[in-house]
């Protein structure tokens, strides 16, 4: 699993949460922390990608925090930066709005990926030759959660540079593999969605209820 290096996406405004999603505890624990846990059990390093500036309140956790080279342009800019530091090929991506983004869902990912691209062209979801990206069991894509090639670099800085952040249509002039929640059999039937995600108060109430 060392093939692989970890991202955290944080910097987020969180205007409808009104404060730091990556810092509210679930559980007793602050969700960066319970990311970094799960990221760290598949990959041989992990990063925060932080946003405009590195943040005190996360350095407890020992990472690396990249800044992004485009400030105030979202998650694209995170992950641009990001994967520009990374260390490997491949990363696996999580973003604190995520909250039970979890390494068995990863697992589900990696090896979903691995079975498309032994098997290119069987499948008209792409073969995930630059990314796989997490899909709801309602339909709804959740780029944020899932791999990521290096070689995606250009495409990003290319549309940031353009000032076009949405991250679909960026999607859109990569080779992905759009893996869908569905064909994931957790190990706990009643764990919460690995896709659940949490923006507002309301949302994390929801989430709190979830692992009392």
């Not at 409808?16 to 922390?33: F, H, N, Q, S």
């Not at 005190?56 to 992950?79: F, I, K, M, N």
């Not at 339909?139 to 944020?144: K, S, T």
Request: aromatic share 6%.
């Amino acid at each position: 699993m060392a093939h692989y290096s970890g991202i955290i996406l944080t910097g987020g405004a969180s205007r409808r949460m009104g404060t730091d999603k990556a810092l509210l505890e679930l559980g007793g624990r602050p969700v960066i922390a319970r990311l970094s846990d799960e990221l760290g059990q598949l990959a041989g390093s992990t990063i925060i990608a932080c946003g405009p500036r590195q943040r005190q309140e996360y350095s407890g956790l020992g990472l690396q925090q990249v800044a992004d080279v485009y400030p105030g342009c979202g998650p694209l800019a995170g992950l641009h930066a990001a994967l520009s530091h990374t260390q490997h090929e491949w990363n696996l991506i999580a973003a604190c709005d995520l909250p039970f983004a979890s390494a068995e869902f990863l697992r589900y990912i990696l090896g979903t990926h691995t079975e498309a691209q032994t098997h290119t062209g069987s499948s008209n979801q792409g073969s995930g030759a630059d990314a796989a990206v997490a899909v709801s069991r309602e339909g709804r894509v959740q780029p944020l959660l899932g791999l990521y090639h290096k070689r995606v670099v250009p495409v990003l800085e290319a549309a940031l540079a353009a000032g076009n952040y949405r991250f679909m249509d960026c999607l859109n002039k990569l080779d992905v593999l759009y893996v869908p929640e569905s064909g994931f059999i957790p190990a706990d039937p009643s764990a919460p969605s690995p896709v659940f995600n949490m923006n507002t108060p309301e949302d994390y109430a929801a989430a709190a209820a979830m692992v009392q």
